[in-house]
């Protein structure tokens, strides 16, 4: 038996069930737009069954991912909508299979242990905190079941998982940082203090960032891991050297405000240039009490919070479907802010796998037809910007089974974030530590 | 930074956990003393009174002086009334058996921290100091908000020893935790004050976890390591002596401060588990404690 708490379905005509109206008249507005616009997918290529799609969705709806899998619910909710209303995948209809992994690595393994065994989804996706995904992506090649994670963390890209796990919605961590380093040598200085959680994902920042910086005549003077669990943050600021020029962070989880108040509270008016990855204030407003000091500081963002006005029209198309407003919160409530730079990773996943549903000719989760399915992604080369990636255009390695895209720098100026540069795909390339297509499905 | 400097840092540090943890493991301490029941719910109630703060809070706008005052009153006082709640309808029940109240607390833990998931949500959600001052030494600053909060937890303890040792009512309790059955003989209502005591000690942990939750922010997981915590300080003090509390909360709040800060958090951790499992060899009683009679 399935407990119904756990699961939530979205019906075939793409009305929620259960959820509440999450999309806001926005939504409603999108989706309008959206049947105007959408081909009608359906209609050439006749499925040969009418039986739904059935994608399992692991998600952080409790523990400390919380505030990350409440928006990756409500986006990828929104996708689906979105994709139903247009005919669905190859003419049939999405369904969509939510399990909670309590932001557990163990449960994690268990959800994708679900999903295949109980639920019998055709793929599992959605997963965000690097230890839950490196904990659940053996168990899901041993069951065969093609796992699509949005994630950020380089573990996909280092291929040391397994043919099954991809990552084609969200560029890596690797990726992401490398790109950062050579415009923080140039406009902020070149000595460089780290402060990161200490596990996979600020190991990857600290190993990356560290090695990028090298290679733009920058040097990083010192490392100050914190553990994931830490409540409490200003015993580790006086480790921050004197010389330091550029003082980055990046930090997650429920103690994120914590250490950026902290941070205030020791440096005052008085401080380094303090360049942080929006992590350490995602789902947390920049206006909050005791974070004036940021202004002025820069920010990493893969998908700008708030909206430039010059935004293409899919920028506006997303925002509406996903039901956040110009500020980046939710339209229903504007102190619930998004986790902007994270979660339209969904969005464009559950494009990319519909895409390789449709070209693979994908029917059944037999391992023939799973096979086809994950050559048809491995054989990605480009995501063009438009609706189906409202981030912007991509390119993806199949062998890594990572995508690469654009990265953005943002300056706070008057509590808001203001992109100052857009770097370019090529700025966040590296040399492939391997190539999942040699090993066997 | 200079030595100096860095040692004033941790030192404020170790003394803000201090203050909050001497608070926290009174309340588990004093639950144990009267009524010899080990309390694992104890963190929860901390947890409880901190969702509990951010509810105030929100509820007034204005000056956020004005919803923390109301938090740190109505905030106990809703958990001690369902910690008394919990008293009446499960451990009386149980007659205070030390085994099947363990296992009962441990029901209560999982019940307390499952509502608050439900009901206030899986989000780490802040509260607005009531104080926002910042004082800037010639190395570092420092939140004024945390050294209130210091001055505060004194006042509470001071206040909570007044009680114990200087009023009808403490006196009532020692005499129950002295001696249950001749306290029951003299008319005193043990029933009564178990079920005070109980209330008492959510309370003093709800007290707490409105002091911190300016720092820190509500979370529905938050009662974990205060719990732990105050287990560790407990055990080294010696359960059910006040003063040891408050001197074993302050070597654990400054040991840990000093030891993260110099060293690794990690490395202050294993030192504070190390010195309970030597207590509990060399001196099972803690370091205040007296031997049962």
């Known amino acids: ?441 | 930074m200079d030595f100096g400097p860095y040692l004033l840092l941790a030192a404020l540090e170790g003394l803000v956990t201090a203050a909050v943890l001497a608070l926290t493991a009174l309340g588990l301490s004093l639950v144990f003393g009267v009524m010899r029941i080990v309390n694992v719910a104890h963190g929860e109630f901390f947890m409880l009174g901190a969702v509990l703060a951010w509810g105030f809070t929100s509820l007034l706008t204005g000056h956020p002086a004005l919803g923390f005052a109301l938090a740190m009153i109505g905030s106990p006082l809703i958990v001690g009334a369902i910690a008394w709640l919990a008293e009446r309808l499960v451990l009386r029940r149980l007659h205070y058996d030390p085994e099947a109240t363990i296992v009962a607390t441990i029901g209560l833990l999982y019940i307390i921290q499952q509502l608050a998931l439900s009901v206030y949500g899986p989000e780490a959600r802040p509260v607005t100091a009531p104080v926002t001052f910042r004082i800037q030494f010639p190395w570092f600053g420092y939140a004024g908000y945390k050294l209130l909060v210091v001055g505060v937890s004194i006042l509470f303890l001071l206040a909570t020893w007044f009680v114990i040792a200087r009023t009808r009512i403490g006196l009532i309790m020692r005499a129950t935790q002295y001696d249950r059955e001749t306290a029951q003989a003299f008319a005193i209502p043990v029933d009564r004050v178990y079920a005070g005591v109980f209330a008492a000690g959510a309370m003093l942990a709800a007290m707490a976890a409105v002091l911190i939750v300016p720092i820190q922010q509500a979370h529905y997981l938050m009662g974990l390591d205060p719990l732990l915590l105050s287990f560790i300080v407990v055990i080294i003090g010696g359960l059910g002596s006040l003063k040891g509390t408050v001197f074993a909360a302050l070597l654990i709040g400054m040991s840990d401060g000093m030891i993260s800060v110099f060293f690794s958090p990690t490395l202050a951790k294993i030192l504070a588990t190390l010195l309970v499992a030597l207590v509990l060899v060399y001196r099972p009683q803690g370091l205040f404690g007296e031997v049962a009679q």
């Open chain 1, 1 to 441: 038996m399935t407990d119904p708490s756990q699961v939530s379905r979205v019906d075939p005509l793409g009305g929620l069930t259960r959820r509440r109206l999450l999309t806001g008249l926005g939504a409603v507005a999108g989706l309008a737009a959206g049947r105007r616009w959408a081909p009608r997918w359906g209609g050439a290529a006749q499925a040969a069954t009418s039986a739904p799609i059935k994608i399992g969705f692991q998600a952080h709806r409790t523990g400390i991912g919380a505030a990350y899998g409440r928006w990756y619910e409500r986006v990828t909710h929104a996708a689906v909508k979105f994709i139903n209303a247009g005919g669905g995948i190859a003419g049939r209809p999405v369904e969509l299979i939510t399990e909670d992994d309590g932001t557990d690595p163990k449960r994690g393994a268990e959800v994708v242990e679900k999903m295949a065994t109980q639920h019998h989804v055709d793929v599992t996706f959605g997963t965000l905190f690097s230890h839950v995904v490196v904990g659940s992506a053996p168990r899901a090649g041993e069951l065969k079941m093609p796992y699509f994670v949005v994630s950020e963390g380089y573990h996909v890209a280092s291929t040391k998982l397994n043919r099954y796990v991809f990552q084609p919605g969200i560029t890596d961590v690797r990726s992401q940082v490398m790109s950062m380093a050579p415009w923080v040598s140039n406009h902020l200085g070149k000595k460089v203090t780290m402060i990161f959680p200490d596990y996979a994902f600020g190991h990857d920042h600290r190993d990356f960032f560290a090695t990028a910086m090298a290679a733009h005549g920058g040097e990083v003077i010192e490392k100050i891991a914190i553990p994931p669990t830490e409540r409490s943050f200003a015993k580790y600021l006086p480790k921050i050297p004197r010389q330091t020029d550029v003082l980055y962070h990046v930090m997650v989880g429920p103690g994120v405000l914590t250490f950026v108040k902290e941070l205030g509270e020791f440096f005052g008016s008085k401080h380094p240039e303090i360049f942080g990855f929006i992590d350490s204030l995602e789902a947390v407003d920049i206006a909050t009490p005791g974070l004036e000091f940021l202004e002025g500081s820069y920010f990493w963002e893969a998908h700008p919070r708030y909206m430039s006005a010059d935004a293409p029209e899919s920028e506006t198309f997303y925002r509406d479907a996903v039901g956040v407003n110009h500020e980046g919160a939710s339209v229903s409530d504007p102190k619930d802010i998004s986790t902007y730079s994270h979660m339209f990773g969904c969005w464009e996943t559950l494009f990319v796998l519909k895409e390789a549903i449709e070209a693979s000719g994908y029917q059944s989760p037999t391992p023939a037809d799973k096979q086809k399915l994950m050559e048809a992604v491995e054989a990605m080369t480009t995501f063009e910007a438009g609706r189906e990636h409202p981030q912007g255009d991509k390119i993806f390695n199949g062998k890594l089974h990572q995508s690469f895209g654009h990265q953005y720098i943002s300056k706070v100026e008057g509590a808001k974030l203001k992109p100052v540069h857009r770097t370019a795909i090529e700025d966040g390339l590296y040399e492939p530590a391997g190539d999942y297509t040699t090993q066997s499905f």
